[in-house]
């Protein structure tokens, strides 16, 4: 009787850690974040930022891109005024006018709506 006993509390305690799992699979900030400040979660980011990279660089189809993070909510606004969007963080080596690589360098994009709406450390 004990052994079955011991059995259902295993039993359960695996489910409850199968249940919380599956409960992260999309991260926290999403799940909280004002869709209306924020806009929509943009599941796929990678694309965006993609086509939006295809605006900003000189030979877009060399670019070679390490990605950090999932997208997070974040606020980008100065001086009191708010700039609401997911912020995704990469790396980005591609060829500068020379046809050389660049190196590496840190990047960001402010997502909303399905669109990068700011872009940094591109000089602006």
Known sequence: MKALL????????????IL???????????????TQAYGPYPTNYKEIVMKW???QLIDAGSARIEWGS???PADLGTKGEHLYGY???FKVNARNRFG????????GALIRNGEVFKGLGFGY
Request: glycine share 4%.
């Open 6 to 17: 011991l059995l259902v509390c295993a039993f359960a305690v695996g489910m409850s850690a």
């Open 20 to 34: 919380n799992l599956s409960a992260e699979t999309q991260p926290a900030e999403t799940q909280t974040a004002d």
């Open 53 to 55: 990279l295809d605006t």
């Open 70 to 72: 999932d997208p997070k």
């Open 87 to 89: 912020l995704v963080n």
């Open 100 to 107: 050389a690589y660049t190196g590496m360098q840190s990047h």
